[in-house]
């Protein structure tokens, strides 16, 4: 969560708004935009990733412990 955070300030606080050119605003504004999607992207990818180490953990601390405990 807080890399997310840091992700997010990054990307505000390189802003660059220039008046002069609307297309500009719009570009930079994708941009930032696509700069948030891919720091959620991230932040879910590790939750997954996290997730599935654990349950991957539990499982095998199951089947060692019925194979201890069958013997």
């Known amino acids: 969560m807080l890399r997310r955070a840091a992700l997010i300030r990054i990307a505000r606080s390189s802003r660059r708004w220039r008046v002069s050119d609307p297309g500009s605003d719009i570009k930079q504004r994708n941009q930032e935009i ?29 089947v060692f412990g019925w194979m201890f405990f069958r013997r």
């Not at 696509?34 to 990818?45: F, K, L, T, V």
């Open 34 to 62: 696509a700069d948030n999607e891919s720091a959620r992207q991230a932040a879910s990818s590790v939750r997954v990733s996290t997730f599935a180490i654990a349950i991957t953990v539990v499982v095998a601390i199951a």
